[in-house]
Nanobody
Framework: QVQLVESGGGSVQPGGSLRLSCVASENIASAASMAWFRQAPGKEREGVALIANDGISTYATFVKGRFTISRDNAKNTLFLQMNSLKPEDTAMYYC???????????????WGQGTQVTVSS
């Protein structure tokens, strides 16, 4: 099973930015898509953004215009650029290899271990 290792999380003030990275042990270009999910304490895990193998991306409504998902197939790396961060973005962020283009947990083949993002003044 593919291994996914996230990094780039941390603490930031509201309005700040972070860039998350996810390095895969296998070729991400062969996946139907790659995605980011997040889970806040006491809440269900939710999809944040997805990028298909043709480069088309999908975003959750609550991050549109603020977050950008991208990929570097040559480096087997997935990115999530997060701008204009809000306290409600505080969560554990997970990288996922997907079996299709649907941004749901049911479509996940492999999960990373997560990286914590905390937005607080």
């Amino acid at each position: 099973q593919v291994q996914l290792v996230e990094s780039g999380g941390g603490s930031v003030q509201p309005g700040g930015s972070l860039r998350l990275s996810c390095v895969a042990s296998e070729n991400i270009a062969s996946a139907a898509s790659m995605a980011w999910f997040r889970q806040a304490p006491g809440k269900e895990r939710e999809g944040v953004a997805l990028i298909a193998n043709d480069g088309i991306s999908t975003y959750a409504t609550f991050v549109k215009g603020r977050f950008t998902i991208s990929r570097d197939n040559a480096k087997n790396t997935l990115f999530l650029q997060m701008n204009s961060l809000k306290p409600e973005d505080t969560a554990m962020y997970y990288c996922a290899r997907m079996r299709n283009r649907q941004l749901t947990s049911r479509s996940v083949n492999s999960w990373g271990q997560g990286t914590q993002v905390t937005v607080s003044s």
